[in-house]
């Protein structure tokens, strides 16, 4: 790197005024021609060596804000630097309001395409697939993390009912929260669309990249992104909803199946309007879909829920089960003290015709 220095006073703070560069320390006046004579060659390499080191360092404790930091300055040296380049973007990105969230996801994804661009040219051709499977995992967190708190905005108000005040109050809430969470989320499940195109058309690149590395990028973006799309939310007791179109899950499914043939992609669904959640034999049995709910929710739906007795007692406990899951469900005890009163009440269902096979919850 050239440095302009005075060759009165050493100074480094040269300013340009009309014709002129003036020293801001002594003041002596050198021509535009005088001036490119006092260009000095400086070593930075251990400034940047330094940089480097300390935003490694960073990252390695997973402190991606101040890495930005030092990228930053790297990148003020070396602007076509991906590491540089990359962290700085994403390190930029850590801090946001659930307002800004949609719209940080939706730079990310305009951003990232650059950086590979930056990755692929460089003469040490070997370091190319680490860097891309470095730039798209990365990357896939970041969008984890971003949708994550928009799903947490929505997850504080799920399941509230028309029972008890605190109930309602989660509903009204849950609607209220319910477009900026599913813009976050909507906007991070968009954010790969451009990462998937650039991985597709480095893959028909001159640089012959394996096809391993093509595919395990793009199962990454793939399936991060169906993931997410996939996540369901239960406004009140009685349904639940995915806020991503159906018919986009079946198409990001799809594409998972075209690198992965062994990837069952799901039956086309709708939102569920159940009675409820079974939030008891759900804590209890590990699953909302297995033999011995499917033979308790046909037994609510269609023994209980026929009776006016019946329906105030499902009503009652969906008033009541769902704080005593959150509060006790994942506790040994609360499953053992529960388990074995399930087991009989689900046998006996049973033998009296109660089929356990899959099962789609009833409206009552």
């Not at 590979?116 to 984890?144: F, G, N, S």
């Not at 806020?243 to 992965?260: C, V, W």
């Not at 040994?332 to 046998?347: A, P, Q």
Request: proline content about 4%; aromatic content about 10%; glycine content about 6%.
């Amino acid at each position: 790197m050239k440095q302009l220095t005075c060759e009165m006073c050493g100074g480094t703070d040269l300013m340009k005024q009309d014709d002129f560069f003036v020293c801001q320390d002594c003041g002596c006046k050198y021509s535009t021609e005088a001036a490119q004579k006092l260009m000095i060659e400086v070593d930075n390499s251990k400034k940047m060596a330094n940089l480097y080191e300390r935003a490694r360092k960073s990252l390695e404790v997973d402190d991606l804000e101040h890495a930005a930091e030092y990228y930053k300055q790297i990148l003020d040296e070396v602007p076509n630097d991906w590491e540089a380049y990359f962290y700085s973007y994403l390190g930029e990105m850590t801090s946001f309001t659930n307002a800004q969230a949609g719209s940080v996801a939706a730079k990310l994804g305009n951003t990232i395409p650059s950086a590979y661009d930056m990755a692929i040219k460089t003469d040490k051709t070997e370091e190319i697939p680490e860097r891309l499977k470095t730039i798209t995992a990365q990357t896939a967190a970041r969008l984890v993390g971003i949708a994550s708190s928009g799903a947490a905005l929505l997850r504080q108000y799920e399941g509230g009912n028309s029972f008890n005040p605190v109930g309602k109050v989660n509903a009204d809430m849950y609607q209220r929260m319910r477009d900026v969470a599913g813009n976050t989320i909507a906007n991070c499940v968009i954010a790969f669309n451009p990462l998937e195109t650039k991985i597709e058309e480095i893959s028909k690149s001159d640089l012959k990249i394996s096809e391993g590395i093509i595919k395990e990028c793009l199962l990454t973006i793939r399936r991060t992104r169906y993931d997410i799309a996939n996540w369901e939310f239960s406004p009140t007791i009685a349904t639940k909803e995915k806020l991503i179109k159906p018919e986009l899950i079946q198409e990001y499914a799809q594409k998972i199946k075209e690198l992965d043939p062994e990837f069952t992609v799901p039956e086309p669904s709708s939102p569920s309007t159940s009675s409820g959640g079974c939030y008891v034999a759900t804590a209890v049995y590990g699953s909302y879909d297995c033999p011995q709910v499917w033979t308790l929710r046909r037994y609510r739906d269609y023994t209980l829920a026929e009776t006016w007795h019946g329906r105030a007692f499902i009503k009652t406990y969906y008033a009541i089960s769902p704080t005593l899951v959150k509060w006790f469900g994942n506790t040994n005890w609360f499953k053992k003290m529960w388990k074995g009163t399930l087991d009989r009440m689900v046998t006996e269902l049973q033998e009296k015709g109660v089929e356990n096979t899959p099962y789609q919850d009833k409206n009552w």
